[in-house]
């Protein structure tokens, strides 16, 4: 007996697949117009600035520990810092920051 | 040669799974945060770790989570989803860009771990990405999401609010740092980041629209203006 709630997860499971798996599976014989590429390009640069803002300052109910945070991992990246490096300096400098406030 | 070949292969997997680490650590306290509110909302542990297995979608699973508390219906919650997952089809269609060709099974696998992190962190590589990278990469993404999903729903509640605090910015993190050296001394990137974080925030700090419709809409405005522009001026500016 499956019960309901597993039902709506096979649901929520196949709407979340489909948009994933078709344009990777239908689009691989389909040479797009130049500009059309460029826009496909152009993709992950603006999703990341949609990804961020406004996200980042609702992290905590106070504003700016995400403001603080962002500086953070701004600044470590800057200077060159690797990925995961940017991600763990910047936990560890808001926890103490957190804590010490 | 065979095994030359499967050398490489392992190598690409290694590289992807090298890749992931970022996301793997980011995911840890997301996921813990899941299974804690699935075991509040009533959800036993098989149903909790099974949305992480078969939907693997952090903001939908929360949503449902919050729908299944409010006794909303279930179709209403697989139709909310749908929505709020949208931006994969965009996502997918860019990455179908900088995938290397390969048979339509192996692509309709590894197209299960695209999330709006494993995305980034693939699609701003400079090169071409393998199938097998691929594989490595979305692997120890899910490998995360699913086993500390179970973790929070065990020992979630037992956590210190510190260490939940502090890695609420992890996801954060990530973005920037996957941004920010691609922004080093290239205006269009700046442009397409802003653009887009202008829209979105507008459009849902007025509500406008709903989240999920507010990233696919500020990213299409900001990845066709942009383009638009820099044909204007004449300039590919893209390499």
Redesign the interface.
């Given at each position: 007996m499956i019960?309901?709630?597993?039902?709506?997860?096979?649901?929520?499971?196949v709407?979340?697949?489909v948009?994933?798996?078709?344009?990777?599976?239908v689009?691989?014989k389909i040479q797009?117009p130049p500009?059309i590429?460029?826009?496909?390009?152009?993709?992950?640069?603006?999703?990341?600035?949609?990804?961020?803002?406004?996200?980042?300052f609702f992290?905590?109910d106070e504003i700016w520990?995400?403001i603080v945070?962002?500086i953070?991992?701004?600044l470590?990246?800057?200077i060159?810092?690797?990925?995961?490096i940017?991600?763990?300096?910047?936990?560890?400098i808001?926890?103490i920051v957190?804590?010490l406030t | 040669m065979e095994a030359t070949l499967s050398k490489g292969l392992f190598n690409q997997f290694k590289q992807g799974v090298l890749g992931g680490i970022s996301i793997a650590i980011g995911y840890l306290p997301i996921a813990i945060t899941y299974g804690l509110i699935a075991r509040s909302t009533g959800l036993s542990l098989t149903e909790t770790v099974l949305m992480s297995v078969i939907v693997y979608a952090g903001a939908s699973q929360y949503i449902a989570l919050d729908m299944i508390g409010k006794q909303i219906g279930m179709m209403e919650i697989v139709f909310t989803t749908f929505i709020v997952n949208i931006r994969h089809l965009l996502m997918s269609a860019s990455l179908n860009e900088k995938v290397e060709k390969d048979s339509g099974l192996k692509r309709a696998i590894y197209s299960f771990g695209i999330t709006d992190e494993t995305f980034s962190v693939a699609s701003v590589q400079k090169s071409m990405l393998t199938t097998g990278y691929m594989f490595g990469l979305t692997f120890i993404a899910y490998f995360s999401w699913v086993l500390f999903s179970a973790v929070g729903y065990i020992v979630g509640a037992n956590l210190p609010t510190v260490f939940q605090d502090g890695m609420s910015v992890a996801l954060y993190a990530m973005f920037i740092g996957l941004l920010v050296p691609s922004l080093k001394g290239n205006m269009k990137v700046l442009f397409l980041a802003g653009t887009a974080a202008i829209f979105n925030s507008v459009f849902t700090l007025c509500q406008v629209l709903s989240t999920g419709w507010s990233i696919v809409v500020s990213t299409l405005i900001s990845a066709i203006l942009v383009e638009l522009v820099s044909w204007m001026k004449g300039g590919h500016l893209h390499d």
């Open positions: 019960s309901p709630i597993i039902w709506m997860i096979i649901g929520m499971g709407a979340t697949y948009p994933r798996m078709i344009p990777l599976v689009l691989q797009f500009f590429q460029g826009v496909l390009k152009n993709v992950p640069y603006a999703i990341l600035g949609a990804l961020i803002f406004p996200g980042i992290i905590q520990f995400g945070g962002a953070i991992a701004f470590l990246s800057y060159g810092a690797n990925v995961i940017v991600v763990i300096g910047t936990i560890s808001l926890s957190s804590y | -």
